[in-house]
């Protein structure tokens, strides 16, 4: 009997494709989303001809950093991940590209070199992953060691919202009409439910003052009884006013994501919501809840940022997100270590297409801790690259078991979201929602400390 010939897994070529995808005007406490979001898609091609797909950040400094990664995977073999992160750390970052800056994009404090690099290397893991499942016909959570769950719970993303991008801006038009009140929330809300099927829901808040976003976190608990809901205000609030909302709140949400700013704040909210809590049981006060589990995309966002929040008992659940922790297998590995301290795991997200909904939900299928409804921006992306755009069902993805993502490019959309990159001046290339907030009002500085 003679054995099968190997394929010949080398990688040949990288194609990196940058593109610009239209986005709706989300309000956040940066500003407001631009019309047109970058992203960057990663082709890695083998000796074979099979082809991985991934997708990551597509701003100026990711491509910067992803071009000469791709020259360092030529050669290499498509499953030699751990190379291929021993690679990502001979690539030099430009300084100026990092220290000092906050990333408006993922919102998650200075940024560094590694953070930077982390996050172009997640695209290229999740390309290689694609690639690697596709010769082997195993689908990506199978190379993670096989899911544990069928299809992946999504929460419904809800954003403050404009009814378009401010007059004279180029943009795409939406059907989600505007959200500046707790009846557009409510109605949002409705919307998403009915196209999607969503049960769970979360805000973005730190968008208008604490109490119009208690009211509409009310108007949804009123509205959806019994539902999880979340708010999130990325950081906007003073210690005391995330208390005051916790105590306000406390009743019906499921978690509150960074009221405040930084581990040694979020500490604080959390000790003190115990020592509340703990006085109200003293004093006999039974029913109510006291206090709420704090979650956060903010402060833990790197394997170093863990021990001291975790110590300090500042979070109570993290948001992983395969984007910004380096990749899939990363995320497996954040997901461990709360398990071993008892810290729960939910997804975050940001602007993205199909590509990255899909490794999402690969690794999602494969973490057993995870018991909180994934954020997803899909539902806000009316573009995609795929021949087919990923569907939920009542809230859910389906775990594909196809060879790979099992999903696939289309190269007609993909080359026409790269001709608007290509056509754009550069005004678009690098998100910065402040920009575009202040062609709407030209005094607006995003706040660098708490607002509220
Ligand atoms: O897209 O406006 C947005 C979000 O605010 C995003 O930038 C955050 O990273 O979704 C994110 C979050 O949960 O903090
Ligand atoms: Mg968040």
């Not at 990664?69 to 990502?88: I, M, P, Q």
């Not at 899911?147 to 401010?166: G, I, T």
């Not at 999602?364 to 021949?387: F, G, K, M, R």
Request: aromatic share 6%.
């Amino acid at each position: 009997m003679t054995s099968p010939t190997p394929r010949d897994l080398t990688v040949t070529e990288v194609r990196l494709t940058p593109i610009l995808v239209a986005d709706p005007p989300l309000l956040n406490t940066q500003g407001v989303h631009q019309p047109y979001t970058p992203r960057l898609i990663i082709e890695v091609v083998t000796a074979d001809g099979t082809v991985g797909l991934g997708e990551t950040y597509g701003d100026t400094k990711y491509l910067d950093l992803a071009k000469p990664l791709a020259d360092r995977l030529v050669g290499r073999r498509v499953g030699d991940l751990n190379a291929l992160f021993a690679e990502a750390d001979q690539v030099a970052v430009d300084d100026s590209q990092v220290s000092g800056q906050v990333d408006v994009g993922g919102l998650r404090g200075v940024q560094t070199a590694d953070k930077l690099r982390l996050s172009v290397l997640s695209g290229f893991e999740v390309a290689c992953l694609d690639a690697l499942g596709k010769a082997l016909g195993l689908p990506v959570h199978a190379l993670l060691g096989g899911k544990v769950r069928d299809a992946v719970e999504y929460s419904a993303y809800l954003f403050y919202k404009w009814a378009r991008h401010p007059e004279g801006v180029a943009a795409e038009q939406d059907d989600w009409g505007a959200a500046v009140d707790p009846a557009g929330i409510v109605e949002q809300a409705r919307i998403f439910t009915q196209r999607y099927g969503f049960t769970s829901f979360k805000l973005k808040g730190g968008v208008f003052p604490p109490d119009e976003e208690i009211a509409a976190i009310r108007a949804l608990a009123a509205a959806f009884p019994g539902h999880p809901l979340r708010l999130d205000p990325n950081g906007a609030w003073s210690v005391e006013t995330s208390l005051k909302v916790a105590a306000e709140l406390g009743d019906v949400l499921e978690y509150l994501e960074d009221p405040a700013l930084g581990t040694p704040a979020m500490a604080e909210v959390a000790a003190r919501m115990q020592e509340a809590a703990r006085s109200a049981s003293d004093k006999g006060g039974g029913g109510r809840r006291v206090g709420v589990p704090l979650a956060t995309n903010m402060c833990v966002t790197t394997f170093a940022e863990i021990k001291e929040a975790f110590t300090t008992g500042a979070v109570q659940v993290v948001l992983s997100d395969h984007h910004y922790w380096g990749g899939l297998r990363n995320t497996q590995q954040l997901a461990a270590i709360c398990r071993t301290f008892g810290v729960g795991v939910s997804m975050h997200s940001n602007t993205h297409l199909g590509i990255s909904l899909a490794a999402m939900t690969h690794v999602a299928a494969t973490v057993p801790n995870l018991h909180h409804a994934c954020d997803s921006h899909y539902p806000w992306q009316s573009e995609d690259v795929l021949t087919e755009r990923l569907t939920f069902e009542d809230g859910t993805v389906r775990v594909s078991d196809r060879p790979g993502l099992g999903v696939e490019l289309d190269r007609d959309r993909l080359a026409r979201l790269h001709q608007r990159w290509l056509d754009d001046d550069g005004s678009l290339r690098d998100r910065d929602d402040a920009a575009a907030m202040r062609i709407a009002d030209p005094d607006w500085v995003t706040p660098t400390v708490p607002r509220w």
